[in-house]
């Protein structure tokens, strides 16, 4: 079945460093790819997609890119702010089952100033 | 509405009692979806619902688990008989059929003590 592997964290960073969050799937055909984010106390919500390979999602400073070959779709951000701290979730939303999307564990992200 | 509702927010019950937890959707959206989030852990598939389709139960983890949703709008997810293990944060979300975007509400934290 499908499955979505991230990097575990917890993942600490100063404030302007640079960020990625490794993810890797495994999914039959060509399945759409997500990054949500949960903020403190809050509900998940989209970051970023890409629905076909060499698609670059970006949003808000953060870039991923889909990459069939490697079957990644890391997170990335050149310049992190306090406010990034959050949780970040990998996704993905295969083609061989209509609403069954599936999410890696999520990799919590804290920036000091 | 403006966002996915879920209500309670916060529910402490004791073993072996039932809860029902409720969602509803953004206006409009004719899928729905309930996860479970544990402590520390990444969202977790129960059910999901789309149109006047039977729903995919694949993941509910056992007959204590059931979900309905009437006049495919509001949805009721209900625990029978709860144990301490279902303690967790319950979250909703929804989205267009033909969009792969899920809309999340804030979740219900349930307590089992």
């Known amino acids: 079945g499908d499955s979505v592997t991230q990097m575990e964290g917890p993942v600490t960073l100063s404030e302007e460093a640079f960020l990625t969050i490794n993810c890797t799937y495994t999914?039959?055909?060509?399945?759409?790819l997500f990054w949500y984010v949960q903020y403190p106390g809050e509900g998940l919500q989209l970051l970023l997609k890409?629905?076909?390979?060499?698609d670059k999602g970006s949003n808000k400073g953060f870039e991923a890119t889909y990459r069939k070959e490697t079957t990644s779709f890391h997170l990335e951000k050149g310049s992190v702010q306090v406010s990034d701290s959050a949780v970040y979730f990998c996704?993905?939303?295969?083609?061989?089952?209509?609403?069954?999307?599936?999410f890696g564990d999520g990799t919590t992200l804290t920036v000091k100033p | 509405g403006a966002g996915v509702s879920q209500s309670p927010s916060n529910k402490v019950t004791e073993k072996g009692k039932d809860v029902e937890l409720r969602c509803d959707p953004i206006?409009?959206?004719?899928?729905l979806y309930w996860y479970r989030q544990s402590l520390g852990q990444g969202l977790e598939f129960l059910i999901y619902?789309?149109?006047?389709?039977?729903?995919?139960k694949s993941g509910l983890p056992s007959d204590r688990f059931s979900a309905e949703r009437t006049g495919g709008s509001v949805s009721t997810l209900t625990i029978q008989r709860t144990q301490q293990e279902d303690s967790a944060v319950y979250l909703c979300?929804?989205?267009?059929?033909?969009?792969?975007?899920?809309?999340f509400g804030a979740g219900t934290r349930l307590s089992v003590l």
């Open positions: 996704a993905l939303k295969g083609n061989t089952n209509a609403g069954k999307s599936t």
């Open positions: 999914a039959t055909g060509y399945p759409s």
């Open positions: 890409a629905t076909k390979a060499d």
């Open positions: 206006s409009g959206h004719t899928a």
């Open positions: 619902f789309q149109g006047n389709s039977a729903p995919d």
């Open positions: 979300a929804s989205s267009l059929f033909d969009r792969n975007i899920q809309y």
